[in-house]
């Protein structure tokens, strides 16, 4: 008996939030809320993107902002086709890696700050496929941003753990009285931000990437000693790309190419399939430990192979192969643990290349926000957007009230490193925006057929295990979406394949406590070192729309262990 509220099969305290018109998932209710009224007011998915995605910039200011970067998903029902919107910037052209190698990387401060790139992603997605003015889409986020907004018990807490950020003029002045935390329910400003999104209102693009905000930031980085510069923010463009994809059990999974690690989770989906997981059980120690080892298999890969794809050539189609994945997946041991070697998708690459450098992080959160969006024409958008950890680098660029990210954490110094870091390369991203489709749209159109799932999540390495288990979840075990994430969940670390520095951890398998002791046992006679959480300590925060292919129905679901928020209509 499933014993919860909302339970169907399994447990769910929350209902599904089911609409006909509309559908946003968001981060924080005050976000999908801005979203939801652009909906209504005739907008586009695209268009109510970009008013969350602003809206979250003020709400939920730990995780995301134009002071960083993100990947922006969108599926075209009209044409059938997906697009994505890399806006993720590079490492400064002052960088010096020997400077780096000497000290290490800052993990907070403006030594730690790359150049952000969201909003030029944000401004090409409303060039190319916006039908609402830009004032229409900023004007919930400068209202939250210049009149104020309650403080979550969650905001609370980690304004609370950030010392730096409390002792900061710039930050100090915004985020707290004095250097003193806001309690839940005390009310922010953030004056200096609304004047900023105004200024991109006025001047577009230009004005952050080449007038005044430019200037203001580039100024302040000089100042405390950075290595900004107006050409890095000139340079700074956005790139459309072609999505990646497999299939899983009938269904198409869409992905971003390198230099998001897009790729990890259809080869996971690739060798999961070479089993039967339905009959191992939901939730069990063999269908954990399968998922465990799948994952291991393809971040080693990963770390032997993925980086920026204009610098090194990453062997994509080889490494997303069902050819590789029954390679790989035979070195599978359903009884034992494994520490796996990579493995050489260049033999199932096409295309010839190079082989991969590869060298044989205290795990830390990235705060990153997900969002996903579909309209009542059928379009979708799945975004994520970061200033990577929480709170980036805990300051904010002097009176522009941009808090700025600490992306440069996730590089890797080692010469021989496929990620190594080069001024204006741009590193290795875990953000992955998925989106699901089933069958094509006729007999003989291309495209990707009918959309069926919208979902992604924060939560760094985090990400693609994440997404793993709700997709699973979903196909194998028939869950709503509210059941798949309100799961329990588990998360693997497998040194030295973390992306935040210093890149070395425990191998431990992270399980949150509401995995039952038969089932821990069981990992642990497998040789998996388990660390438990609490009940819903998991890392990251799934958001997913499903779409009922019989009704055209929106179901939707926001992971409760942040501040999520689903809005349907």
Not at 411 to 416: A, N, Q, S, V, Y
Request: hydrophobic share 40%; proline share 6%.
């Amino acid at each position: 008996m499933v014993q919860s509220p909302h339970g169907v099969k399994y447990e769910s305290n929350r209902p599904v939030v089911m609409g006909r018109n509309g559908m946003v998932c968001a981060g924080h209710p005050l976000a999908a809320q801005a979203g939801m009224a652009i909906l209504q007011k005739g907008g586009n998915a695209v268009d109510a993107a970009i008013a969350t995605a602003a809206a979250l910039n003020v709400v939920e200011p730990n995780m995301s902002g134009i002071g960083g970067d993100g990947y922006i998903m969108v599926y075209n029902k009209a044409q059938n086709k997906i697009d994505i919107c890399n806006a993720t910037g590079a490492a400064p052209y002052a960088t010096d890696p020997a400077r780096y190698r000497a000290d290490g990387i800052p993990v907070k401060g403006i030594l730690s700050v790359s150049v952000p790139g969201l909003l030029d992603g944000w401004m090409a997605a409303h060039e190319k496929y916006s039908t609402l003015k830009l004032s229409d889409l900023f004007a919930a986020a400068i209202d939250l941003a210049d009149n104020g907004f309650p403080v979550s018990h969650v905001l609370s807490r980690v304004i609370a753990g950030d010392s730096l950020l409390r002792e900061f003029p710039t930050s100090q002045a915004i985020f707290t009285q004095g250097g003193k935390p806001p309690m839940p329910g005390e009310i922010i400003h953030q004056k200096d931000l609304a004047k900023s999104f105004q200024a991109i209102v006025d001047g577009g693009r230009d004005a952050f990437y080449q007038g005044e905000i430019a200037e203001a930031i580039v100024n302040f980085s000089q100042e405390q000693g950075g290595l900004l510069s107006m050409k890095d923010l000139a340079d700074c463009h956005s790139r459309w790309e072609e999505p990646i994809s497999t299939t899983y059990r009938g269904r198409t999974v869409y992905e971003a190419p390198p230099n998001s690690s897009g790729h990890v989770l259809l080869q996971e989906l690739n060798m999961v399939e070479q089993f039967d997981l339905k009959s191992l059980g939901c939730n069990t120690a063999e269908s954990i430990h399968l998922m465990v080892e799948a994952k291991k298999l393809a971040f080693i890969d990963r770390e032997a192979y993925m980086a920026d794809p204009d610098h090194v050539d990453v062997p994509t189609q080889g490494l997303i192969s069902k050819e590789y994945a029954r390679e790989r997946a035979k070195l599978i041991d359903p009884d034992r643990a494994a520490d796996p070697a990579h493995g050489d998708p260049w033999r199932f690459q096409s295309s010839p290349g190079n082989s991969g450098r590869v060298t044989a992080g205290v795990m830390q959160e990235e705060d990153t926000t997900c969002f996903v969006v579909v309209d009542r024409w059928g379009n979708a958008v799945c975004q994520l957007q970061s200033i990577q950890s929480s709170l980036g680098s805990s300051i904010v660029a002097g009176g522009t009230g941009i808090l700025l990210n600490n992306r440069m954490t996730y590089w890797h110094l080692d010469p021989e490193h496929v990620d190594c870091l080069q001024p204006g390369k741009r590193v290795r991203h875990t953000m992955n925006p998925v989106m699901v489709f089933d069958g094509a749209s006729d007999g003989n159109s291309e495209g990707p057929g009918n959309l069926v799932l919208v979902c992604g999540t924060p939560g760094a390495d985090t990400q693609v295990q994440t997404n793993m288990q709700v997709i699973t979840h979903l196909i194998d075990f028939g869950m709503t979406v509210a059941e798949a994430v309100e799961a329990p969940r588990w998360r693997n670390s497998h040194s030295p394949t973390e992306s935040n520095v210093p890149h070395v951890c425990d191998n431990l398998l992270h399980m949150e406590s509401r995995f039952g002791a038969e089932v821990r046992q069981a990992l642990e006679s497998r040789g998996h070192q388990l660390n438990m959480m609490p009940d819903w300590g998991a890392q990251g925060s799934e958001m997913m729309i499903q779409v009922d292919p019989e009704t055209s129905a929106l179901h939707g679901a926001a992971d409760p262990r942040r501040d999520g928020y689903a809005i349907g209509w």
